[in-house]
């Protein structure tokens, strides 16, 4: 066949997000354009680090733990200071939350008008087994005249001005909103800009997966089981199939293209779940809505919750509309205690 010439319209990140941010009109300074290009140089550097790191020897443990108590892997490590050196150099954010400290980050006299909270590479218990990791972040704006401190970022997951993760996988794949619908994007290494290969993404009303670790089912509350038993063993004898990854930025990718629902339910041993409300919750929640679907804590928006210290956890549920309202109504019919 005739080899297509390349496209001379190239729609990059930065043009995408400037484009976005002009049709503003005068109300943007240019702020949250900033912030944004300074996250996507992150991703660039973490994804250049992720896919060379065995060969740097930067697998394994970096032999320090984070709040979680988990052991950060030693690209856990570095991506977190690549991105509190970059979003702190942009001068456009003056508050962080990051999942690998313990405390906020204040940037001392900034008067940044953004506060950013990031999981810096988050499945990273896959790394050594080569499986996709990713960078999770939300973005808030702080209100006029604010202190700057954690009151900036203590807030409903509604109140994000943007929020975007980044997959680093077979390719390195960049997804956004800035309250505008979710737009995805490609890392062209040739020439280190993320192009527009996903625009508009919506995802489907209603899917074929589900998406839950069945590890713990012994420990699940009756709503999520029967839940669970429901599209496995459906009246129409077309059970879901089962996709689990264990890194919620791969599993939530693949939910937001193909559809279906992925949950990290809270149960008798997670009393609050897994998930972190600011780092990881929020932000899937808020592309999740963005594209159309749904994301709720079983009995509650998620994006309305409101966290009551940086590294909450809450339980998760989001996906297809269908399949999301199909997981609640087991919630309300469930009446007893849990
Ligand atoms: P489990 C990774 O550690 C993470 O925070 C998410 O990326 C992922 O969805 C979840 O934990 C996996 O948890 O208990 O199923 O291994």
Same mark, same amino acid.
């Given at each position: 066949?005739?080899?297509?010439?390349?496209?001379?319209?190239?729609?990059?990140?930065?043009?995408?997000?400037?484009?976005?941010?002009?049709? $503003? /009109?005068?109300?943007?300074?240019?702020? $949250?354009?900033?912030?944004?290009?300074?996250?996507?140089?992150?991703? =660039?550097?973490?994804?250049?680090?992720?896919?060379?790191?065995?060969?740097?020897?930067?697998?394994?443990?970096?032999?320090?733990?984070?709040?979680?108590? +988990? #052991?950060?892997? =030693?690209?856990?490590?570095?991506?977190?200071?690549?991105?509190?050196?970059?979003?702190?150099?942009?001068?456009?954010?003056?508050?962080?939350?990051?999942?690998?400290? #313990? !405390?906020?980050?204040?940037?001392?006299?900034?008067?940044?008008?953004?506060?950013?909270? @990031?999981?810096?590479? #988050?499945?990273?218990?896959?790394? !050594?087994?080569?499986?996709?990791?990713?960078?999770? @972040?939300?973005?808030?704006?702080?209100?006029?005249?604010? +202190?700057?401190?954690? =009151?900036?970022?203590?807030?409903?997951?509604?109140?994000?001005?943007?929020?975007?993760? %980044? &997959?680093?996988?077979?390719?390195?794949?960049?997804?956004?909103?800035?309250?505008?619908?979710?737009? /995805? @994007?490609?890392? !062209?290494?040739?020439?280190?800009?993320?192009?527009?290969?996903?625009?508009?993404?919506?995802?489907?009303?209603?899917?074929?997966?589900?998406?839950?670790?069945?590890?713990?089912? &012994?420990?699940?509350?009756?709503?999520?089981?029967?839940?669970?038993?429901?599209?496995?063993?459906?009246?129409?004898?077309?059970?879901?199939?089962?996709?689990?990854?264990?890194?919620?930025?791969?599993?939530?990718?693949? %939910?937001? $293209?193909? /559809?279906?629902? @992925?949950?990290?339910?809270?149960?008798?041993?997670?009393?609050?779940?897994?998930?972190?409300?600011?780092? +990881?919750?929020?932000?899937?929640?808020? $592309?999740?809505?963005?594209?159309?679907?749904?994301?709720?804590? /079983?009995?509650?928006?998620?994006?309305?919750?409101?966290?009551?210290?940086?590294?909450?956890?809450?339980?998760?549920?989001?996906?297809?509309? +269908?399949?999301?309202?199909?997981?609640? =109504?087991?919630?309300?019919?469930? !009446?007893?205690?849990?």
């Amino acid at each position: 066949t005739e080899l297509e010439p390349p496209p001379t319209d190239l729609i990059t990140l930065t043009r995408h997000i400037l484009s976005q941010q002009y049709a $503003l /009109g005068e109300t943007a300074t240019g702020d $949250l354009t900033m912030l944004l290009v300074a996250i996507q140089v992150t991703s =660039k550097y973490i994804s250049s680090n992720v896919r060379k790191a065995r060969l740097i020897n930067l697998v394994g443990l970096a032999g320090a733990s984070n709040v979680q108590g +988990e #052991d950060q892997k =030693k690209l856990d490590v570095l991506s977190n200071d690549i991105m509190v050196n970059a979003l702190r150099a942009s001068g456009k954010c003056s508050v962080m939350v990051s999942e690998e400290v #313990d !405390d906020t980050i204040v940037v001392k006299g900034s008067k940044g008008t953004y506060a950013c909270v @990031f999981d810096p590479l #988050d499945g990273s218990s896959n790394i !050594d087994a080569g499986v996709n990791v990713g960078t999770i @972040f939300g973005i808030y704006k702080v209100s006029e005249g604010s +202190e700057r401190g954690m =009151k900036d970022v203590l807030k409903p997951g509604k109140e994000m001005v943007a929020a975007g993760y %980044t &997959m680093y996988g077979s390719s390195c794949n960049l997804v956004l909103s800035t309250g505008q619908g979710v737009d /995805g @994007f490609t890392l !062209d290494e040739s020439l280190g800009e993320f192009i527009l290969t996903h625009p508009e993404i919506k995802i489907p009303s209603r899917g074929k997966i589900y998406s839950f670790n069945e590890g713990n089912s &012994m420990h699940f509350y009756p709503p999520v089981i029967s839940y669970l038993e429901s599209i496995k063993y459906p009246a129409n004898g077309k059970p879901y199939s089962a996709r689990y990854i264990g890194s919620m930025v791969a599993d939530v990718h693949r %939910t937001l $293209l193909y /559809g279906g629902i @992925f949950g990290y339910p809270d149960d008798k041993k997670s009393k609050d779940g897994k998930l972190r409300m600011l780092y +990881e919750a929020f932000p899937m929640s808020f $592309l999740i809505e963005q594209a159309g679907g749904v994301a709720t804590t /079983g009995t509650q928006r998620i994006l309305d919750v409101i966290p009551k210290n940086i590294h909450g956890r809450c339980p998760v549920f989001m996906g297809s509309s +269908e399949d999301v309202e199909d997981l609640k =109504k087991h919630y309300a019919a469930y !009446d007893g205690e849990k």
